[in-house]
């Protein structure tokens, strides 16, 4: 059903907003203002990312601000000379879109262009931080993008639930991971951790037609993985790297996927890897040191290799990904959603993807 077109002047809305380290309070706030090229959206779903919650804890980002940025709704007012868009529409928008012509995009590393780190969409409160914990985001020009050449402001079919297409950039992230390592179908893949995105990592493995095996503490992370195909689970309670070299004649995973973002874990994948493996970095997000054994590296020519957030080379098979698996039933990623909270209990939902628990899985806001 199309929204009405409003100007956001003197209007609010509820917003969850980051005041301090560990302080999410949900307010009434300013509904922000567009400007010529932009949108604004009325958010339905936004997941809680773990770079999130890594923000919220440790304070690197300057208080206030509305983080959130795995998000869908529908576009509530256009700006002059928008094009391709119009109020009504069923969207989602990346929060980060490169600029397409410097060193780090001609070399499709778009991660570390300067225009690819800017947050191009927010709530209003404090610095642009994506701003999906909030009913309304303003969305900037450069993720609209001119109506012809896509960017970062996408359609959604009517079939696609706003759930479903608010896994769109994650479901990017993982894919950008998985095709910089190309799996051949006879690689054994090693996913250690079975949250939400080590799911979506270990599914899109699968895909390629590797052997996935998965580590998790938890059975219950095992019972959903298997929704997705995942039937190879090993109990990171015992040795992971002994399993993984049981289940390939004693040689090692071809590849290991580190999807926690805990530095004791890189060691494990590098023990669980082959001589000439690799060793996948997807959640170590923050600044740190943590040992590994040079010589496995040199002598045992074992690859340490990282991958960090999306990539527009690949934007559109992506999202191809989350329709098709939505219609198919082979990636209904509404299945990882286990718990779901209004605005108002914001910190209740931010507390619960923290402290995650064995029933607790993708942690959405409804705003």
Same mark, same amino acid.
């Given at each position: *059903?199309?929204?009405?077109?409003f100007?956001?002047?003197n209007?609010? *809305?509820q917003?969850?907003?980051?005041?301090?380290p $560990?302080?999410?309070v949900?307010?009434?706030?300013?509904?922000?203002?567009?400007?010529?090229?932009?949108?604004?959206?009325?958010?339905d779903?936004?997941?809680?990312?773990g770079?999130?919650?890594?923000?919220?804890?440790?304070?690197?980002? %300057?208080?206030?601000?509305?983080?959130?940025?795995?998000?869908?709704?529908?576009?509530?007012?256009?700006?002059?000379?928008?094009?391709?868009?119009?109020?009504?529409d069923?969207?989602?928008?990346f929060?980060?879109?490169p600029c397409?012509?410097?060193?780090?995009c001609r070399?499709?590393?778009?991660?570390q262009?300067?225009?690819y780190?800017k947050?191009?969409?927010? %709530?209003?409160?404090g610095?642009?931080a /994506?701003?999906?914990?909030?009913?309304?985001?303003?969305?900037?020009?450069w993720?609209v993008?001119?109506?012809?050449i &896509?960017?970062g402001?996408?359609?959604?079919?009517?079939?696609?639930?706003?759930e479903q %297409?608010?896994?769109?950039?994650p479901?990017?992230?993982?894919f950008?991971?998985?095709?910089?390592?190309?799996?051949a179908? $006879?690689?054994?893949v090693?996913?250690i951790?079975?949250?939400?995105? /080590?799911?979506l990592l270990a599914a899109l493995?699968?895909?390629t037609?590797?052997?996935?095996?998965t580590s $998790?503490l938890y059975?219950?992370?095992?019972?959903?993985a298997?929704?997705?195909?995942?039937?190879? &689970?090993?109990?990171a309670?015992?040795?992971?790297?002994?399993?993984?070299?049981?289940?390939t004649?004693?040689?090692g995973?071809d590849?290991?996927?580190?999807?926690?973002?805990a530095?004791?874990l890189?060691a494990?994948? *590098?023990?669980?890897i082959?001589?000439?493996?690799r060793? *996948?970095?997807?959640?170590?997000t923050q600044?740190g040191?943590?040992?590994?054994? &040079?010589a496995?590296?040199c002598?045992?020519?074992k690859?340490?290799?990282?991958?960090?957030s999306?990539?527009?080379a690949?934007?559109?098979e992506?999202i +191809?990904?989350?329709f098709?698996?939505?219609?198919?039933?082979g990636?209904?990623l509404?299945?990882?959603?286990s718990?779901r909270?209004?605005?108002?209990?914001?910190?209740?939902a931010?507390?619960l993807a923290? +402290?995650?628990?064995?029933?607790?899985m993708?942690i959405?806001l409804?705003?």
């Amino acid at each position: *059903m199309q929204e009405a077109v409003f100007q956001p002047t003197n209007q609010t *809305m509820q917003a969850a907003v980051y005041r301090s380290p $560990d302080n999410i309070v949900t307010e009434s706030v300013d509904v922000p203002e567009i400007g010529a090229g932009e949108v604004l959206i009325r958010i339905d779903t936004c997941g809680i990312c773990g770079t999130d919650l890594k923000k919220i804890h440790t304070g690197s980002h %300057a208080a206030p601000r509305v983080f959130g940025h795995e998000m869908a709704g529908t576009i509530a007012a256009i700006g002059a000379q928008v094009r391709g868009f119009a109020v009504g529409d069923r969207v989602m928008a990346f929060h980060h879109i490169p600029c397409g012509t410097c060193f780090y995009c001609r070399k499709q590393t778009f991660a570390q262009c300067e225009t690819y780190k800017k947050v191009g969409s927010t %709530a209003g409160v404090g610095a642009a931080a /994506g701003g999906g914990f909030a009913q309304y985001i303003r969305v900037m020009d450069w993720i609209v993008g001119d109506g012809t050449i &896509p960017a970062g402001l996408i359609h959604i079919p009517d079939d696609i639930p706003f759930e479903q %297409a608010a896994f769109i950039e994650p479901v990017n992230t993982c894919f950008k991971a998985i095709k910089l390592l190309a799996l051949a179908p $006879d690689d054994t893949v090693l996913v250690i951790g079975q949250g939400s995105i /080590g799911i979506l990592l270990a599914a899109l493995a699968r895909q390629t037609g590797a052997t996935v095996l998965t580590s $998790d503490l938890y059975p219950e992370r095992h019972a959903i993985a298997a929704r997705f195909g995942l039937d190879r &689970p090993l109990d990171a309670r015992g040795n992971v790297a002994a399993a993984a070299k049981a289940a390939t004649e004693g040689r090692g995973a071809d590849v290991a996927l580190v999807a926690v973002g805990a530095d004791a874990l890189i060691a494990t994948a *590098m023990a669980a890897i082959r001589p000439g493996g690799r060793v *996948m970095l997807f959640a170590s997000t923050q600044h740190g040191t943590a040992p590994f054994d &040079p010589a496995a590296v040199c002598m045992d020519e074992k690859t340490l290799m990282g991958s960090y957030s999306a990539s527009v080379a690949i934007q559109q098979e992506a999202i +191809n990904l989350v329709f098709e698996g939505y219609r198919s039933g082979g990636l209904d990623l509404t299945k990882l959603i286990s718990h779901r909270f209004t605005l108002g209990q914001a910190a209740e939902a931010v507390h619960l993807a923290s +402290n995650p628990q064995p029933d607790s899985m993708k942690i959405v806001l409804k705003p």
